[in-house]
Nanobody
């Protein structure tokens, strides 16, 4: 079983910045990708950014140039992987619950499992 612990959400004024963190631990053999999604009231959950095990990143058009996704991998044995989302120049359209996502294998040859964090609220308001 994999545990995802998110932190860093909160209230920020327009134009401000926030840094979200998500630490993944547990029965992880390998990680294919880590990502951040968000869901605003009345809207579907959408991808904000993701990063592959090789460090390739992908961003939603709405956050390109304003957000940076990165990750730390301490070691497989230590099994602690953390993904970050640095968000700058925030505006009201960024208000949403942000969810951490990890796509991993729990053993060699297994299929890919998607795990989700509990979500952290980001509110951009003056």
């Amino acid at each position: 079983q994999v545990q995802l612990v998110e932190s860093g959400g909160g209230l920020v004024q327009p134009g401000g910045s926030l840094r979200l963190s998500c630490a993944a631990s547990g029965s992880i053999f390998s990680i294919n990708a880590m990502a951040w999604y968000r869901q605003a009231p009345g809207r579907q959950r959408e991808l904000v950014a993701d990063i592959t095990s090789g460090g390739v990143t992908n961003y939603a058009d709405s956050v390109k140039g304003r957000c940076t996704i990165s990750r730390d991998t301490i070691s497989r044995d230590n099994a602690k992987n953390t993904v970050y989302l640095q968000m700058n120049s925030l505006n009201s359209e960024d208000t949403a619950v942000y969810y951490c996502n990890v796509q991993y294998k729990f053993k060699y040859g297994s299929g890919t499992v998607w795990a989700w964090g509990q979500g952290t609220q980001v509110t951009v308001s003056s």
